[in-house]
């Protein structure tokens, strides 16, 4: 019931002893790298998998691989981390890594590729929003919901005199930052 319970995991799961030798782990980790198939069995160390993964280049990393595989191996003892971890094939993970109670290490790896896909198309379209509003040859001036700028662009900084650092998070009915006439924002460029 353990392992069918196991194997029904939305996530790799890998469990070693005190000594840091496999025990068991469940068809997802076995998908993971299907050529580490034949090292998955018990009796398997931690170093031996780790090694195994440096010296496919499984995961992205910098520096030699030596010093990945004491890093990883540090970390992985600590017992307590949460990581994202990238990998040299453009998938993400998301690993929980713990000591049981007995010594031994358990590891849950859940599969985020999707979501940092998603980020990075998100992070793609506000950067290319940001350069098209930048270069827009008028003023734009955005509020947040509580009225306050929360962007203001080149031209909106030509046309009303002030830099966007002078007017972030200010309200447009608070006295300007620069005296203009009435003491109020200008509610024309002809200030």
Request: aromatic share 8%; net charge negative.
């Amino acid at each position: 019931m353990l392992v069918d319970a196991i194997e029904s995991l939305p996530a790799s799961f890998i469990l070693f002893d005190k000594d840091e030798r496999l025990i068991l782990c469940n068809s997802r980790h076995a998908g993971l790298i299907p050529e580490a198939c034949d090292l998955l069995v018990p009796g398997t160390t931690l170093e031996a998998l780790i090694g195994f993964a440096a010296d496919r280049e499984v995961i992205a990393s910098a520096g030699s691989k030596a010093a990945w595989i004491e890093g990883r191996l540090a970390q992985i003892r600590r017992g307590e981390d949460t990581i994202e971890q990238a990998w040299s094939d453009g998938r993400w993970y998301h690993l929980f890594e713990r000591r049981t109670s007995e010594g031994g290490i358990v590891s849950i790896r859940l599969d985020i590729t999707e979501r940092k896909q998603a980020e990075a198309a998100r992070e793609e379209s506000l950067a290319r929003l940001q350069m098209i509003l930048d270069r827009m040859p008028v003023g734009c001036i955005v509020n947040g919901p509580n009225l306050r700028f929360s962007y203001w662009n080149a031209a909106a900084e030509r046309m009303f005199g002030w830099r966007f650092e002078e007017v972030r998070d200010r309200h447009p009915f608070e006295p300007s930052p620069r005296r203009c006439g009435s003491g109020r924002w200008p509610t024309c460029c002809a200030c």
